[in-house]
């Protein structure tokens, strides 16, 4: 795991994080969590400390995502070490804390996400899957979209585009949107206008049955 990034200052936490890394905290029942993201990867994870009914302090690491999807274990790799700082850090103020292996922490529905089917124009299977990411103002948000709907995309094995808000101005139908790839394969994002990402589909549905 690089550890030669920019650190900045955290307040209240006593130690640095990289200069992409931002966290918050989280109120729980028994106590709270710090939850961290990327700028890149979006939601990393959190480090929850909770009282438990014996007195003890219990610290859990979790890693946002889902264990099959290959993008957890790079959110890992940046949450890890952190995690494991942070851990110490409390730890020689609380005492020591529960030892274990960051779990995964599987996504959790966050209101509808609206998505469309694209079929073969011949025998009408499924050969292409869009999410449409109206709050993926940046390259984090698009992989927050990414981590929850992974389950939904991996089971439909199809291409998946996640598809974020038009940019710019004049008419809609010629505005242009940030495009994600991220099944099977993953692309760089582009950005692209209806006239350029719509043969893709087109062609994707003509091919299909021949």
């Not at 007195?55 to 790079?74: L, N």
């Not at 494991?84 to 922490?105: D, F, M």
Request: charge should be neutral; glycine fraction near 8%; include cysteine.
């Amino acid at each position: 795991m690089p550890t030669d990034r920019p650190r900045q200052e955290t307040a209240g936490l006593g130690f640095r994080l990289p200069l992409n890394i931002t966290v918050t905290r989280q109120l729980l029942p028994k106590g709270m969590a710090y939850v961290f993201r990327d700028f890149e990867l979006g939601e990393l994870g959190r480090l929850a400390v909770e009282s438990t009914p014996t007195g003890e302090t219990q610290i859990v690491s979790e890693v946002a995502g889902d264990a099959a999807d290959p993008m957890t274990q790079r959110r890992l790799e940046l949450l890890e070490p952190i995690c494991r700082e942070l851990t110490s850090i409390l730890e020689s103020v609380k005492g020591q804390g529960r030892a274990a292996p960051l779990p995964v922490r599987t996504p959790y529905p966050r209101g509808k996400v609206p998505c469309e089917e694209v079929r073969c124009d011949a025998c009408g299977q499924m050969v292409a899957f869009l999410v449409f990411v109206d709050g993926a103002t940046d390259e984090g948000r698009f992989e927050d979209y990414a981590r929850q709907m992974y389950p939904h995309y991996a089971r439909n094995n199809v291409p998946t585009y996640l598809i974020g808000p038009a940019l710019g101005s004049g008419p809609m139908e010629h505005r242009p949107a940030n495009i994600l790839k991220v099944w099977p394969q993953r692309s760089p994002m582009e950005c692209l206008q209806p006239e350029e990402f719509n043969p893709r589909l087109i062609e994707l549905s003509q091919r299909h049955c021949r």
